[in-house]
């Protein structure tokens, strides 16, 4: 499986952007996806989760009710609509898969695939 992150970019405090992880190869929805982020000087860090069929969606605390999951599985397509952006989610996005569901999404070692990041940029 690989991966294909976009829609990253720069917006200001209280707006929106929509990132986008798309897969190539066969079976996309026996795998859960999942978005991490990292910003400099920190570790990267486990932002929200989609399972494969059953669409179970996984929130951190920090974005919960502000960035919705979703996916197509048709189009081999993940979703991360980031809405109220904040000076903190200014970060690199990674979308990852995994052969996994449940909880265990909230994990990074459980995921073998990862995209290449997109960045995101929140001015005040």
């Known amino acids: 499986v690989q991966l294909q992150a976009s829609g990253g970019g720069l917006v200001q405090a209280g707006g929106s952007l929509r990132l986008s992880c798309t897969a190539s190869?066969?079976?996309?929805?026996?795998?859960?996806v999942g978005w991490f982020r990292q910003a400099p000087g920190k570790e990267r860090e486990f932002v929200v989760a989609?399972?494969?069929?059953?669409?179970?969606?996984y929130y951190a605390d920090s974005v919960k009710g502000r960035f919705p999951i979703s996916r197509d599985n048709d189009k081999n397509t993940v979703y991360l609509q980031m809405n109220n952006l904040r000076p903190e989610d200014t970060a690199i996005y990674y979308c990852?898969?995994?052969?996994?569901?449940?909880?265990?999404?909230?994990?990074?070692?459980?995921?073998?695939?990862w995209g290449q990041g997109t960045q995101v940029t929140v001015s005040s």
């Open positions: 990852a898969a995994a052969p996994v569901h449940s909880d265990r999404l909230r994990k990074s070692a459980e995921y073998a695939f």
């Open positions: 190869g066969q079976n996309f929805d026996a795998y859960g």
């Open positions: 989609i399972s494969g069929r059953s669409r179970n969606t």
